[in-house]
């Protein structure tokens, strides 16, 4: 596609449920990100994938998340027993490789709401 | 601990002035400082970038300055228009994680016609 695409654009959930948030990268990138931005903040960095592989985890923040990318394409961000402070707006990016090659392409996100 | 220190918080500036946004940073391991305009409703989307190895960097109506030594950068906005009205985000990441980015808390930005 022409762009980044994350569903659903919209997204409330009682507490304690479970959610799964998708993104579609741009065809051809190979990185992928998610980025959680709550209100009034800058977007704080969840996990990157190259590929199919989790290169790096160390933003989620518990083990109640947790993200997949089996095919090296589309990406699922997974939220297990929600809580009302999971409540933001989940970003999904890619990029060719890296940020050496004009930086990431972000989509419009998935505004949470956890009830 | 806040890595990127961004400010102001909101900025309000008449058509055709100067806007200026400061950006001061910790790590002096990052090697690589862009800047984020994002839309209400909308992901942040990539604006202008520069690396520490020039002082300057201009694209148009926006140009970062860096200051290596102060750890300090700024987007300066000439000729502001109201369609630049949005949220501006400076980040930072370095070379060892080249696709990690730590974001300032950002500035809002209003350009009154």
């Known amino acids: 596609g022409a762009g980044v695409s994350q569903t659903p654009s919209n997204k409330v959930t009682e507490k304690g449920k479970y959610v799964e948030l998708r993104c579609d990268p741009i065809?051809?990138?190979?990185?992928l990100y998610w980025y959680r931005q709550s209100l009034g903040q800058g977007p704080e960095f969840l996990i990157y994938f190259q590929g199919t592989g989790a290169a790096d985890d160390s933003g989620l923040p518990n083990d109640r998340f947790f993200a997949v990318r089996p095919e090296g394409s589309v990406s699922t961000l997974k939220i297990q027993r929600t809580e009302r402070g999971d409540s933001a707006v989940y970003l999904c990016?890619?990029?060719?490789?890296?940020?050496?090659?004009?930086?990431?392409?972000f989509g419009s996100g998935t505004r949470l709401t956890v009830v | 601990q806040q890595q990127v220190k961004q400010s102001p918080q909101s900025l309000i500036v008449q058509k055709g002035g100067i806007s200026i946004i400061n950006c001061a940073y910790e790590?002096?391991?990052?090697?690589?400082f862009p800047w984020y305009q994002q839309f209400p409703g909308k992901g942040p989307a990539l604006l202008i970038a520069?690396?520490?190895?020039?002082s300057e960097k201009k694209e148009g109506r926006f140009t970062i300055s860096f200051n290596k030594s102060a750890k300090q950068f700024s987007l300066h906005i000439m000729d502001s228009q109201p369609g630049d009205s949005a949220t501006y985000f400076c980040a930072a990441s370095s070379g060892g994680s080249n696709y990690k980015l730590t974001f300032g808390k950002g500035t809002l930005l209003t350009v009154n016609p």
């Open positions: 790590n002096t391991a990052f090697d690589y």
């Open positions: 065809s051809g990138h190979t990185a």
């Open positions: 520069i690396r520490p190895d020039v």
């Open positions: 990016a890619s990029s060719l490789e890296g940020l050496d090659h004009g930086g990431y392409t």
